[in-house]
């Protein structure tokens, strides 16, 4: 996950300085993949967005609600 700071002047690059992707890539050491995607962002990153991602991403469905249940039935007891 980039900074803010990174996301804004990626959007700079971008927009104002006529920068091609690989190009902003390349100039601020992220991959070109990371640079489109905060392209069609409008918004830039913030830490609640990291952690609910990071959460998501590192579990399936199916073990997010196991670990959903066990947390459950433990708070209950």
Known sequence: MIQVAQFHLIRILFERENLSQR??????????????????QNTPPTAAHRRIAGFAMSMDFKARNRTFEKWWLHGKQ
Do not use: D, M, P, W
Not at 23 to 40: C, D, F, P, Q, W
């Open 23 to 40: 190009e902003i890539a390349r100039k601020l050491g992220v991959s070109r993949n990371t640079v489109s995607k905060y392209l069609r």
